[in-house]
C-alpha cells in the first residue's frame, strides 16, 4: 500500500486501457483497408486477425508484418514493465528476513508460471507471420481456456 497509491493504481489502469486500446484500434485499421471478396468464412475458432487476412483478396505479407510488429511492441511493453517490476522486488529482498524472502521467492514462482500460461501461446499465436500451422487452433482454444 505504501508503493501502490490511489494515484498509482489509477495512472496502471489507464495505462492498461489505453494500451489495449491503442492495440487493436491499430489492428482494426490495418484491417479494415483489405478488400474481401471471396468467402466469408474463417477457418478458425473465433474471428482474429492472422486468419482474417487469409480471405483478402490482395497480397497481406506487408499487413501480416505490421500485425506482427504491433503485437511485437505490445507484447515486449509488457514484458519490460514486468521484467522492472521484478527487478524492483529481487532487489528490495535484499533487506527482508529469510521467511520474507522465502515467501516471496514462493509467490513470484507461481505469478511467473501463470505468465508463461498466458503470454506463452499469445506469443505463439500473435508473434509469427500468417502461415498456417497446425497447432494454431488447438493453440487458441486452449488461450480462450485459461484466458
Same mark, same amino acid.
Given at each position: #500500500?505504501?508503493?501502490? #497509491?490511489?494515484?498509482?493504481?489509477?495512472?496502471?489502469?489507464?495505462?492498461?486501457?489505453?494500451?489495449?486500446?491503442?492495440?487493436?484500434?491499430?489492428?482494426?485499421? $490495418?484491417?479494415?483497408?483489405?478488400?474481401? =471478396?471471396?468467402?466469408?468464412?474463417? !477457418?478458425?475458432?473465433? =474471428?482474429?486477425?492472422?486468419?482474417?487476412?487469409?480471405?483478402?483478396? #490482395? !497480397?497481406?505479407?506487408?499487413?501480416?508484418?505490421?500485425?506482427?510488429?504491433?503485437?511485437?511492441?505490445?507484447?515486449?511493453?509488457?514484458?519490460?514493465?514486468?521484467?522492472?517490476?521484478? #527487478?524492483?522486488? $529481487?532487489?528490495? $529482498?535484499?533487506? =527482508?528476513?529469510?521467511?520474507?524472502?522465502?515467501?516471496?521467492?514462493?509467490?513470484?514462482?507461481?505469478?511467473?508460471?501463470?505468465?508463461?500460461? $498466458?503470454?506463452?501461446?499469445?506469443?505463439?499465436?500473435?508473434?509469427?507471420?500468417?502461415?498456417?500451422?497446425?497447432?494454431?487452433?488447438?493453440?487458441?482454444?486452449?488461450?480462450?481456456?485459461?484466458?
Amino acid at each position: #500500500t505504501s508503493i501502490v #497509491t490511489k494515484h498509482v493504481c489509477i495512472w496502471l489502469v489507464a495505462a492498461s486501457w489505453v494500451g489495449g486500446f491503442v492495440h487493436s484500434m491499430v489492428k482494426t485499421l $490495418l484491417v479494415i483497408q483489405l478488400p474481401f =471478396c471471396g468467402p466469408s468464412e474463417i !477457418d478458425h475458432y473465433f =474471428c482474429d486477425v492472422p486468419p482474417l487476412l487469409k480471405l483478402a483478396c #490482395t !497480397d497481406t505479407y506487408i499487413t501480416g508484418v505490421r500485425v506482427v510488429a504491433n503485437s511485437g511492441v505490445t507484447s515486449l511493453g509488457c514484458f519490460i514493465a514486468l521484467i522492472v517490476s521484478y #527487478t524492483i522486488v $529481487l532487489v528490495s $529482498l535484499r533487506t =527482508c528476513s529469510f521467511k520474507g524472502r522465502l515467501k516471496t521467492v514462493h509467490t513470484r514462482t507461481f505469478q511467473i508460471i501463470i505468465v508463461v500460461l $498466458l503470454f506463452g501461446p499469445g506469443i505463439f499465436t500473435y508473434m509469427h507471420p500468417s502461415t498456417t500451422f497446425s497447432a494454431d487452433k488447438k493453440v487458441s482454444v486452449f488461450y480462450t481456456i485459461i484466458m
